[in-house]
């Protein structure tokens, strides 16, 4: 069975700051897809950022970034010039692209705290 | 990105009764949506796997006669938690797959916002 671990129960960075959030997991699979999602207070899943594994280039979406390291089996997210509204607790997540009724598996999460 | 809703938001029941939560997908048809309980402070507890017109899928060690799971179109599941207790308090989240291609956006679930339950 496949795992996810964030190895950090909690960061902080100040704002305008970069900051970046472990993920390792662990899996036998060669075709899979990793999610970062975040997790505000409001308590709604937002998806934050998506990598699939058969592409090389790391995903960006605007502030947010991610390093992908195949072998390694590591996901790190990166967030640029960080914001009050990043404060949340970030979830990475590990899916098979084998079916589509395969679920998200999540790792316990990671708690962000933006200082102002 | 796709829309998933959740009804209610929030609900407050006495013990012995049943409270039934609904999840729709607004803007695309879901054919498998997912049920999680979620702890304070903690991870997403996957409770089962829902495929429309079909039983749901249950994790280990939850109750399918306590949690009953219910897919009857494409844009909506519902959970029904029968006899809730006290311990059946926690918040309760729904997902859907948005339906698609294999490498594109098919591969994703989005989330509805939650329901909060108290069984007092």
């Known amino acids: 069975a496949q795992t996810v671990t964030q190895s950090q129960p909690e960061m902080s960075v100040q704002e305008a700051e970069t900051v970046t959030l472990s993920c390792t997991y662990d899996?036998?699979?060669?075709?899979?897809?990793l999610f970062w999602y975040k997790q505000p207070p409001s308590r709604q899943m937002i998806l934050v950022i998506r990598?699939?594994?058969?592409?090389?280039q790391n995903a960006t979406e605007n502030r947010f970034s991610v390093n992908f390291q195949k072998a390694a089996k590591s996901f790190s997210l990166k967030i640029s010039d960080s914001q009050l509204g990043d404060a949340a607790m970030y979830f990475c997540?590990?899916?098979?692209?084998?079916?589509?009724?395969?679920?998200?598996?999540f790792g316990k999460g990671t708690r962000l705290s933006v200082i102002a | 990105g796709a829309v998933v809703s959740q009804h209610p938001s929030w609900v407050i029941c006495k013990s012995g009764t049943s409270v039934k939560i609904e999840c729709r997908s607004l803007?695309?048809?879901?054919?498998?949506m997912f049920w999680y309980r979620q702890f304070p402070k903690q991870s997403l507890m996957l409770m089962a796997t829902?495929?429309?017109?079909?039983?749901?899928?249950?994790e280990q060690g939850v109750e399918k006669d306590k949690f009953l799971i219910n897919h009857a179109s494409l844009t909506l599941s519902t959970l029904t938690v029968t006899s809730a207790h006290p311990e059946d308090s926690s918040f309760y989240i729904c997902?859907?797959?948005?339906?698609?291609?294999?490498?594109?956006?098919?591969?994703?679930?989005?989330f509805g916002p939650g329901t909060r339950l108290t069984v007092l």
């Open positions: 997902s859907a797959r948005v339906p698609g291609l294999a490498g594109g956006p098919g591969d994703t679930q989005y």
């Open positions: 899996t036998s699979e060669s075709d899979y897809y």
């Open positions: 990598q699939e594994a058969y592409k090389q």
């Open positions: 997540a590990y899916r098979s692209a084998w079916s589509g009724n395969t679920p998200l598996v």
């Open positions: 803007d695309f048809q879901a054919t498998t």
């Open positions: 829902s495929n429309e017109g079909s039983k749901a899928t249950y």
